[in-house]
Structures are given as structure tokens and as C-alpha cells.
């Protein structure tokens, strides 16, 4: 096993800062791991559309994508049984890719 380094080593090597070495040597020692479970990106609310409101979300919109939130809204609720608010459903949208970018009068008219 390795020789421990004192924290100004670890500082000079790493460019960190003295508290953030204090702490993760502190869980180190705790729980034989540089960071807390809870640190790994599992805290916070679980999210209230599941991946199948998701898809049938995105086909939905795939058949009509000129839709208002409150519309995409009400087939939710009505097909999923799920009521949501308009900024759950923005918020999916936006972090599985959709945009606000309008539709131009030239892709009216292809449709």
C-alpha cells in the first residue's frame, strides 16, 4: 500500500482545495469510498412522467407537432391518467431534445 500524503501534498498535486480534501478523506474513511452514495447523482424527487408517458408523449407529437402544452396536457391525462403540470411537461420536452423554434410557412406547406 502506498505511503499517505499529507493535505498540502494532495493540495500541490491536485490543485484542490483543502476543505473538499478534508472531506472526501473524511468519507474515505467512513465508508472505504472518495464520495457518499447520495453524491452519485440518485438524490432528489423521482420524476413524475415514466418512460412510456415519455414516448407516448413524443408520439403524440409526432402525429401533431403544432400541439400546445395544455393540449399535450389533457391527452395525457386522458390516455395516461396522469395529470401533470404544464412545467413537468415543458421540462421533459426540453430534456429530451424539443425546442420552441417555430415552424416556418415553407414546412406548413410541405406538411
Known amino acids: 500500500m502506498l505511503p499517505l500524503l499529507d493535505t498540502s501534498e494532495i493540495m ?38 415514466d418512460l412510456e ?19 399535450l396536457r389533457d391527452e395525457i391525462s386522458q390516455a395516461r391518467g396522469k395529470h401533470l403540470s404544464l412545467s413537468t411537461i415543458w421540462r421533459t420536452l426540453h430534456r429530451t431534445g424539443y425546442s420552441r423554434k417555430k415552424v416556418s410557412v415553407l414546412t406548413l406547406q410541405l406538411l
Open 12 to 49: 500541490a498535486y491536485t490543485g484542490a482545495r483543502k476543505s473538499t480534501i478534508e472531506r472526501v478523506a473524511r468519507c474515505y474513511k467512513l465508508t472505504g469510498k472518495p464520495c457518499k452514495e447520495s453524491q452519485s447523482g440518485n438524490s432528489g424527487r423521482t420524476r413524475m412522467m
Open 53 to 71: 408517458d415519455i414516448e407516448y408523449m413524443h408520439g403524440h407529437l409526432s402525429r401533431s407537432c403544432d400541439m400546445y402544452l395544455d393540449e
